[in-house]
């Protein structure tokens, strides 16, 4: 089992800065990806970005130059930092870890509500 917390979300004026973090616990040695997706009232579940063990990311065009994933092995935490937001952005954002163990497990966090301000 993997467990996952995040942290960070809140309300912002548009065109301000959150900075989400999600902290990984359980068999987290066996993580092969981790990352944020979101979802806004009556919309479905999106990608935001992505993370792979080796290094690799993946963003969203609409999030493209605005928004960085970035990890620190040391806290086992994957953060999302999130400049120039728009009110567009505005939903709850949720941490996501897939582990390979013979098959591929997925995990989610709770998640964190995200509203930008007009």
């Known amino acids: 089992q993997v467990q996952l917390v995040e942290s960070g979300g809140g309300l912002v004026q548009a065109g301000g800065s959150l900075r989400l973090s999600c902290a990984a616990s359980?068999?987290?040695?066996?993580?092969?990806?981790m990352g944020w997706y979101r979802q806004a009232p009556g919309k479905q579940r999106e990608l935001v970005a992505t993370l792979t063990i080796p290094g690799s990311t993946n963003y969203a065009d609409s999030v493209k130059g605005r928004f960085t994933i970035s990890r620190d092995n040391t806290k086992n935490t994957v953060y999302l930092q999130m400049n120039s937001l728009k009110p567009e952005d505005t939903a709850v954002y949720y941490c996501?870890?897939?582990?390979?163990?013979?098959?591929?497990?997925?995990?989610w966090g709770q998640g964190t509500q995200v509203t930008v301000s007009s």
């Open positions: 996501y870890g897939s582990r390979l163990s013979g098959t591929r497990y997925d995990y």
């Open positions: 359980g068999r987290i040695f066996s993580i092969i990806t």
